[in-house]
């Protein structure tokens, strides 16, 4: 089954504390990107990758990291978790450099303390 | 102003009207558009792809292109308590980058 999967799906944490949460796609796409999604503001991109070790930022990257070091993987890192980065996180794929449509994976649900 | 606006909502309709939903964009090189719906708490899953300018048609949705007046609208036929939801316009921002824009999405309440 095609798929984008994410983990893990809820996440309590404390200021401070790193943290990764990963995205795997079976689909062989080559854009990855991920979206924090907050009441008001809508879905806003944060990083995007056109393929392995191309990465670039969306609207909102500050406060996170990516790589891309497999096509099928790209994990969304947190080195210092704010409160302010409590959201509802989604992965997303589309094949070629985008322009296509995206699916989007399950969402990770992130409080921060 | 917003690169994609949308009208809030709730937008209500009785089952079986038909429902409009509007979007506008501001980045005139903009070339794919696309109407995703979201169920609360879940993920965005793809409704229709626009492309070019006039209608597509895929069962009961209609989606319409307008790019000379920088619009996009999702039609839904004989609508049904199961199309509410929220409803999300994506436009591919071609200009220099890669990136997907979102508008803040039109709630769609469908009344039994």
């Known amino acids: 089954e095609a798929q984008v999967t994410q983990n893990p799906r809820y996440l309590i944490t404390v200021t401070g504390k790193k943290l990764t949460v990963t995205c795997s796609q079976n689909?062989?796409?080559?854009?990855m990107s991920w979206y924090r999604q907050d009441p008001g503001l809508g879905l806003r991109q944060i990083y995007y990758s056109m393929n392995v070790e191309v990465t670039d930022k969306g609207d909102v990257p500050e406060g996170y990291k990516v790589s891309r070091k497999e096509k099928r993987n790209f994990p969304l890192i947190l080195e210092s978790p704010s409160p302010n980065q409590t959201s509802l996180y989604f992965c997303?794929?589309?094949?070629?450099?985008?322009?296509?449509?995206?699916?989007f994976g399950p969402g990770t649900r992130l409080t921060v303390t | 102003q917003k690169e994609v606006e949308q009208n809030s909502g709730p937008l209500s309709v009785p089952e079986g009207a038909i429902a409009s939903l509007n979007c506008t964009y501001s980045?005139?090189?903009?070339?794919?558009f696309f109407w995703y719906r979201q169920y609360s708490g879940k993920s965005p899953e793809l409704i229709m792809s626009i492309y070019s300018n006039g209608d597509k048609e895929d069962g009961r949705f209609t989606a319409q292109l307008n790019k000379a007046s920088q619009y996009v609208s999702l039609l839904i036929r004989d609508s049904q308590p199961s199309d509410s939801a929220t409803y999300l316009c994506?436009?591919?921002?071609?200009?220099?980058?890669?990136?997907?824009?979102f508008g803040t999405g039109t709630r769609l309440k469908v009344l039994a």
């Open positions: 997303a794929s589309s094949r070629d450099r985008g322009g296509y449509e995206q699916y």
């Open positions: 994506a436009v591919k921002v071609t200009s220099g980058t890669y990136k997907y824009i």
């Open positions: 689909m062989n796409h080559e854009y």
């Open positions: 980045d005139r090189v903009s070339q794919s």
